[in-house]
């Protein structure tokens, strides 16, 4: 009886100090700037989102350490949309209204960001999407660190086209909305490099698609014809070990035909056996296996930040490296926090990325990057094969549709629109 | 004295002869091996061209460097971190047991950070692999040197048709000499002789062969200006003829190969619900769980794995017990826990199990981290069996299918010959009967799920050889459990086999036409229609008990 009572009172202490605790930090809050974190914890993107969960953090930390922003401590505000769509434009209002946070990184699937969206511009907020997507889209309230498909699709289809030799395409992908835009531009880019339509073949499945046993039959016979073949993957994560799995099971090697994946990275490829995939490649803006002083400090500090001395890096976490950063250096240049003044600072900021050049946030709220196309190897990694000589401007609206070759995106004055159609010279807004 | 002169002249003639082939063989020794060391050390060195060149050198070497560009082709040649000697490493799991590339003497074992790996890009592979087919052309296995003659067919370079030339000479294995005829034919199809086309066609129609088909239907194309690429209209017509008579074989087999795939799929549905077929046909329970439990089958064969990650093939047989132990006893423990409380309350029951799902998930997620694992394939398992140009069968697929077979009889006959099974079948007819006659319910309950569940997780087993293993593993598949059930009649093994397999077929063969996201809606709609027309599905269960 004696126990439980003393039990009971040292319950009551623990309870009391964390009530004390909780409430100094509320009182602590007040002089910290709030950043807000939204990716996906639990669900199926969760095997891609959380990484940047714990970059975001590990970037707060280490600002922090360095004596954080504005002569106040950041504090990250981490929120779990637990994969759900209408639940990130849920979380989002309450992360702006709510929790007040100054700026969120987050979103990672196209669908996230669109449902995100209206929330932000409504309460004009600030969003970082680190993510390579479709393009066709500029909000005045959202940066784009990830790739537009200028950045990665594109010169990538030119590789293989120059430097493989390559004349049949099979466009193969997802279901959903950034394979959809893609293949449309990639379609568009390749009949306007003279390929005829009979030697493009172009194929979706749906998410986590896993038997593709006669899909990969058909790019088998497509592929037998005596002219070189490549297949440009936007299959989208899951759905991907199955697929390289049944290439390497039918004989499909990548000297025969060459898999280009824009969705496959680092972290995809430590969950998968990687023997039937050596050889076959994938086009980003940063590798883990590149060599540079920046890079190495990164990687070391992010195995040592997660305690895994073998846990990799990969594109996104990199976007958000830099996003994050040329978000702390636009809010030293505005001397505030404010999401109106941080739009304005931003735009010109320069950033050293991990591959040794300088990102730039561009007047259409992309940032330049360089393209790199690797070859995958056993060890998961790729190694850069093709590299472009300097970097490349994102480009918010594609060239190469014909609906959205006239129009630009340019948050600077006079124009200040995301989508002004130049033939035109009228401001349509924003289409989502 | 004359005679004796000359004698001594010879002597010493003789003697500087000797002098200078010792001297000479000497250089040769040093000339043989320094081309090969100046190319080892090109392929030590960073850039892709100066290896390119590395192994332009160790091709123009000839045989004895076929061991080294055959272990760089394989990725067994690395760089020492200490003193950059070549090695070839051979994979033993910690590290490498390592080998000197040039003197072949072996070096022992070494940690994996100590080694760089040589790394090759496509275009060396494709090169690579050419040289190594030159070089293995001499081969004493005939099946090394018929790939050999494979890898070089498809180059119209006349330095390699007179190397295939050469071989023919000597050549006593048919088949590789077959091989090597089929490549001079089709080189005689671009010949500028009318008859020796024709001939070459003629002789090439009964081939199997992709590179055939390629050719003849070049020579019934157009070019851009409209006229046809092989001018002679006979020649044209003869290729036509035998175009049509390939084709109809190549539509035979492909017919075949979507059999098969369909056929492989369908054993993939069967495996997925066979289990659910026992839980949810005759307990009458709806598991949304059901999916999860298949997860945990193919963790178990990735925690196997790693267990013993020496024996690959031992390890995935092995997991087969231990996944049904492991998902019977989470099952045993759901029933006895949750759905045994719920019997008579289907919703209930459909609620509960799917916050199990949940619970499952999310509880992988914190153990496994929501990464997908690596589950590799063992050799035996990879590859696909190549019966001709036109058909090969994935042996992934083929045992899944032979699997598939072997759980449904072993089922079958637990079902109808044991003690449990006769239990199970009672008390699925007739719960109140079965309890009067002294059929303890409540334990063949549990035991009946725990086999339902553990059938389960042996399908995770499979699964895990063929997609990814991770969280969600199990939402894949739980919809299409569901609907084989479903379609095959609740309460009957039969049916699920049955209904498993036609839709497996009829996704396949609607898969060409329709596409991928089409051809599975197209089969929802016929199961919906279907069980409109008939509730009970193909297979009903006839009887009194079976009404009610």
């Known amino acids: 009886m004696n126990r439980i009572s003393e039990k009971l009172r040292k319950l009551s202490i623990v309870g009391a100090v964390a009530l004390l605790t909780v409430a100094s930090g509320t009182v602590r809050a007040e002089d910290t700037i709030k ?61 702006l209204t709510k929790d007040k946070v ?81 293949n449309k531009i990639l379609e568009a880019y390749l009949k306007s490099k003279g390929v005829a339509k009979k030697d493009i073949m172009i194929n979706y499945t749906p998410f986590g698609h896993s038997d ?81 002083t920046k890079n190495a400090a990164f990687i070391k500090q992010w195995q040592e930040y997660t305690k895994n001395p073998k846990r990799v890096s990969n594109d996104p976490m990199e976007a958000h490296y830099i996003g994050f950063n040329m978000w702390v250096k636009a809010v030293e ?41 690797g070859e995958i190897q056993d060890d998961g990694q790729l190694m850069t094969v093709w590299q472009t000589n300097k970097l490349v401007d994102g480009d918010a609206w594609s060239d190469f549709l014909p609906e959205s070759k006239p129009i630009i995106a340019d948050w600077t004055p006079p124009i200040s629109c995301g989508n002004y159609n130049t033939k035109t010279k009228k401001c349509s807004g924003q289409t989502y | 004295m004359k005679a004796n002169s000359i004698k001594g002249y010879c002597r010493l003639a003789a003697f500087l002869m000797l002098l200078f082939s010792l001297a000479s063989y000497g250089d040769q020794e040093v000339s043989t091996q320094q081309p090969l060391l100046d190319a080892l050390n090109n392929l030590k060195q960073g850039s892709m061209s100066e290896r390119e060149q590395a192994i332009t050198q160790l091709a123009g070497i000839g045989q004895s460097s076929l061991g080294i560009l ?119 199809m671009n010949s500028s002789d009318k008859a020796v086309r024709i001939k070459a066609i003629e002789a090439l129609k009964e081939q199997n062969n992709l590179d055939v088909v390629n050719r003849l239907n070049v020579m019934v194309e157009k070019d851009e200006g409209g006229n046809y690429l092989e001018t002679d209209v006979e020649v044209r017509n003869i290729a036509k003829a035998a175009l049509i008579k390939i084709n109809s074989r190549l539509q035979l087999y492909s017919t075949i190969e979507t059999v098969f795939f369909g056929l492989s799929l369908g054993a993939v549905l069967v495996l997925a619900a066979i289990g ?89 997620r914190s153990i496994f981290s929501p990464l997908n694992r690596s589950v590799a394939t063992p050799e035996w398992m990879s ?90 593993l199990g939402q894949a598949y739980i919809v299409d459990s569901f609907m084989v059930v479903v379609f095959g009649g609740v309460g009957n093994l039969w049916g699920t086999l049955v209904a498993g397999f036609v839709l497996g077929i009829a996704n396949k063969f609607l898969e060409p036409f329709a596409g991928a996201v089409l051809a599975k809606i197209l089969v929802l709609v016929f199961i919906i229609l279907f069980i409109q027309k008939r509730p009970r599905g193909l297979f009903p269960q006839k009887g009194r008990a079976a009404d009610s």
């Open chain 1, 35 to 95: 950043v807000g974190v939204l990716h996906s914890l639990s669900g199926t993107m969760a095997i891609s989102e959380t990484t940047l969960k714990d970059t975001m953090l590990m970037l707060i930390d280490e600002q922090n350490k360095k004596g954080g922003l504005l002569g106040k401590k950041l504090e990250a505000v981490v929120v779990d949309p637990a994969s759900n769509w209408p639940l990130f434009a849920e979380k989002a209002r309450e992360l």
């Open chain 1, 102 to 182: 100054a700026a969120i990184f987050g979103c990672w699937t196209s669908v996230s960001r669109k449902s995100v969206l209206p929330v932000i511009e409504e309460l004009n907020g600030l969003l970082f999407y680190p993510v390579q997507y479709e393009g066709e889209e500029s909000s005045k309230n959202v940066f784009y660190t990830g790739a537009a498909p200028n950045q990665q699709a594109i010169p990538a289809v030119d590789y293989l086209m120059n430097d493989l030799k390559v004349k049949r395409w099979v466009l193969a992908g997802t279901d959903y909305v950034y394979p959809r835009t893609t």
């Open chain 1, 212 to 292: 593709w046993q006669s899909i990969v039959a058909d790019v088998k016979k497509f592929g037998s014809t005596g002219k070189k073949t490549a297949v440009v993957s936007t299959i989208n994560g899951d759905a991907n070990i199955p697929f390289y799995k049944e290439l390497g099971n039918q004989g499909i090697s990548a000297e025969k035909i060459p898999v280009i994946a824009f969705s496959v990275g680092e972290e995809e490829l430590s969950g998968m056996d990687t023997k039937p995939l050596v050889g076959h490649l994938a086009a980003w803006n940063y590798f883990m296996s590149i060599d540079s």
């Open chain 1, 333 to 373: 240049k505005a001397g505030t926090t404010d999401p109106a003044a941080v739009q304005k600072a931003i735009i010109g900021v320069e950033f050293p990325n991990l591959t040794g050049g300088t990102s730039k946030m561009l007047v259409n709220h992309h940032i330049s990057k360089p393209v790199l196309i």
């Open chain 2, 70 to 188: 055959q272990a760089l082709l394989d990725g067994k040649l690395f760089t020492l971190k200490s003193d950059a000697k070549l090695v070839i490493g051979i994979d033993n799991n910690q590290g490498y047991d390592i080998s000197d590339a040039v003197s072949g003497t072996a070096l022992g074992a070494i940690e994996r950070a100590d080694v760089n790996k040589i790394n090759l890009t496509n275009k060396l592979r494709v090169s690579l692999r050419k040289i190594i087919g030159e070089l293995e052309l001499s081969a004493d296995d005939p099946l090394i040197r018929l790939a050999a003659v494979k890898a070089m067919g498809n180059e119209d370079d006349d330095a390699v048709l007179a190397l295939l030339q050469a071989r023919a000479g000597v050549e006593k294995d048919a088949t590789v000499l077959k091989a090597i005829n089929v490549v001079f034919l089709l080189k005689e």
């Open chain 2, 276 to 364: 659910l077929a026992i839980t949810f046909g005759v307990m009458g329970v709806i598991n949304m769980a059901h999916g999860e439990l298949m997860m945990l089958g193919a963790y178990t064969t990735y925690v196997m794995q790693q267990l013993m990650p020496n024996h690959l093939g031992v390890s995935v047989l092995l997991s087969i017990p231990a996944a049904f132990m492991i998902s019977a006893l989470v099952g045993i423990a759901i029933e006895r826990g949750i759905i045994r409380f719920l019997y008579g309350r289907p919703l209930e029951t459909l609620l509960a199990t799917f916050g199990v799902s949940l619970i499952l998930q999310q509880s992988v």
């Open chain 2, 383 to 472: 590859g696909s069996w190549q019966i001709n140009d036109f058909l090969s069968l994935t042996w992934n697929r083929f045992y899944i299918l032979v699997f598939c077979l072997m759980v449904f009889v072993l089922l079958l006959q637990i079902l109808k010959r044991t003690r449990l099974g006769l239990e199970v079948r009672a008390v699925a007819q007739n719960r109140n009967m079965a309890r009067a006659m002294g059929i303890p319910t409540a334990k063949v309950d549990a035991l009946t799920f725990g086999l339902g569940s553990g059938i389960a997780g042996v399908a995770g087993v499979a699964l895990s050889q063929i997609t990814n293993v991770g969280p969600n």
